[in-house]
């Protein structure tokens, strides 16, 4: 498992055109090495903005997004089109906007599908489960990258402090009682997230410093989730320096001053 990268960016929104420019650099990078790419988006204030950031950059063309997977990290169990639903996010931000291949794209089912919730995370596990080559060693893809935002708890997906799921071996599980609204979602496990190539947790807000300096320190998972998410290949924590103001500064990369 890689050792953090932390790289700090002026405030929330250099941060989201940061973060763009490098989702489309690392994209082009592994289509142009392997002829497809496959990312894993994350809900939440950052994340969308990072996907509205991608949407406005004129380098969006450089991506050739038929041959692009598209996965989540988590989702709330709510019904399609929802505006809660990370995906909702991604599609308005994003998804609209590019020639994405729709069988490409991998969201998690909400309650309209008629599943339950277990139901669903068993149908994304399998899911996963058919797009996973040998080359994978594991369940689920090992994905190109895999974008997280983090709660002030620490969070990451829908992995809460304390919660039992922070142990369980599945890909995916299903999430009753999220200390945040909706109490019931859908979340990627550790074992899949630290078998990414790369993770980039994505953070922005003093409200979250607190979290990002036990992040990146010896914390546990089950304390601090985020503690727990780190890439094979690659980690960074991808900051505003609000979020990067209670690290100690020879962590950090300043990369917008
Ligand atoms: O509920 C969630 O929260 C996190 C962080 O969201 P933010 O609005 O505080 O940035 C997000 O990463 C996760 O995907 C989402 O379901």
New binding site residues.
Partial sequence: MSVPTVIVHRDADMLAKAVAARVITRTVDAQSAKGSASLVL??????TATLAEIAASPARDAVDWRNLDLWW??E?FLPDGDPER?ETGARRALLDHVDVDPARVHPMRGPDSGMTVEESAEAYAEELRRAARPEDHGPAPSFDVMM????PDG????LFPGMPALYDERPVVAVHGSP?PPPIRVSLTLPVIRNSREVWVVVAGEDKAGAVRLALSESGPMQVPAAGARGRQRTLFLLDRAAASKIPSSLSRISSP
């Avoid at 969070?155 to 829908?158: E, F, N, P, R």
Wanted: glycine residues 32%; aromatic residues 0%; hydrophobic residues 25%.
């Fill in positions: 994350t809900g939440g204030t950052v994340g990290g988590d709330r990370n997280l935002g983090m709660g969070h990451v997906a829908s945040k």
